[in-house]
Each structure stands twice: as C-alpha cells, then as structure tokens.
C-alpha cells in the first residue's frame, strides 16, 4: 500500500530519519473514511499501517534458500514457509520488517561449519509465506511455531523489527541460551509518529487503532518496546548495528544494550541491511553463537 524511497536501503518503509511516502490516492481514502467515522478511519489505516512491503531476492539468496529442506508451520496468522540446513544445536534466523529468510542467508554457511542446525523463517505475509497483514504479534506466531516444530532453539539471531518479535516471544517465556540482535529497535514511538503524521491521523483515530489492534492482536502497546521487557531478561544478548544505519539509528541499539542486563554492543561502519552481509558482523554472530556448550 505504500512506496519506498529506496527499497534496499528501508525495508521497513519509514522510520523517524527518513521519508515514509503514502500514494495521495490513499490518503485521501484515509480522510474520506476518517471524516466519515474515527472508527472507519481506524480500520482504513490498520490496512496501511500492517501491510508490509515485498523485499526482491538477490541472486546470492535465492541460491542459498534452494538447497534448503522446506516445511510450512501453521499459525493462527496462516501457513508460514520455514527453510531447515544443516545438523546439530538448533539456531533461528528472523528477518525484519518487510523482509525475508533470504535476507539472512549469508549466515548459514558459517553456522552449519560450525556444527549447528539452521531455521530460517518468512514471517507472515512477508516472503513466501501467507497473509497480506503482519504485525509483531505475527513474526511472534512464528517463531513460536518454529521452536515447537524444531526447537528448543539454542540461540536466535534477528535481524530489526524481527529482534523485538524475538524479545516479545521471549518475554512470554521461550527461553534460548543466546541472542544475537541486528540493528534493532529499542522503542516503536518514532515509527509510529511519522506514520500518523505522514498519513495525518489524528488522536481519535489513533486511539481507536491502537484500541482495536490490542483486542485483533492480543497485545499491549506499551509492552510491545523491546526496552519494556529488556530488564527481564537474562538471555546473553549481543547487539550488532550499522552506524551509518539510516533505517534504526545507532542509538537504538545502544538504549536497548543500556536496559538489557549484561547486554554487549558492536558497531560497523555499514547500513540497515548491509550489516546482514558484512564479513565482519557476520562473525561476530557466528562467534557469539557457537559459544554455546562451552
């Protein structure tokens, strides 16, 4: 529903550092239908607001993801596209918002070298799997669906918007050895201001959204920041993040390193998404991991 400025580079499509662009056919749906009723308002931005973008497939990924055991999970979201490699302690790979499994394929060669099982997953309505909503509360669906059909899960490594779905599902109790997070987000507040200002929602309608979403999703707000339940958590947690990041500023990760007890922090001289592809990270992570068992 809506356009990137550059798809590569803002999978998410907006954030509080760049432009979110919404077609003027459809903000002019949105305040027909709002001036008509908040709570019509409210249902037209849900259609906006959980739709993610489709994200291509380099040549490189889609290589890597054909000589993967398929499998498809269900959720109450629908079927959701898992892709297996490898033997071993199990280890799970989350995208981030309007992403794919494939986006996180440069880590598979090093971790099944390093004796691991690798999941990957397309989280609903991203990738190959079902649905044309997603949501925190969907990414959080199948993950779980995945640590019942192949965990427990030794370590995760996720990837933005993906890394709070990880510590929201974590919160609720799975338990891993250890995390790694990629770029991620410590608080949703930005995103969701240039979201309404960009579309010109108003706090009537906003407060119906949000109260309508947490009945759909069965999920609070204010528990949906991943620095809400941070200082919970006792997972080892090692944070990964681009300084030249224009999707999650750097200060994200580290706000979210700050609350999240024993947490520790790296950064690269790279972006949201060629971190998912830098030699050096990509380390990091494998490293981080294979601690396990030690």
Sequence with gaps: MYEMDNPEANPLGFNDQSTFRIPAVVRIAYQIANAMSPVLGAAVARQIFFRPPRASYREEQKAVLAMAQLASLHTRHGLVQAYGWGEGPAVLLMHGWGGHAGQMTELVVPLTKAGHRVIALDAPAHGRSAGHLSSIA???????????????????????????????QMAKGMTVSRAVFVAPQARFTGYWHLFRQTLGVQERAWEVLRARTERWLKVSYDELHPETVAPRMRTPLLILHGETDRMTPLSEGQALARVWPGAEFRSFDCGHLTILRDWRALVAAAEFVKCIGR
């Design 138 to 168: 969907h990414f959080a669906a199948a993950i779980a669906a995945a640590a019942y059909a192949f965990g427990p899960f030794h370590a995760v490594i996720a990837h933005s918007f993906g890394a709070a779905a990880t510590a929201h």
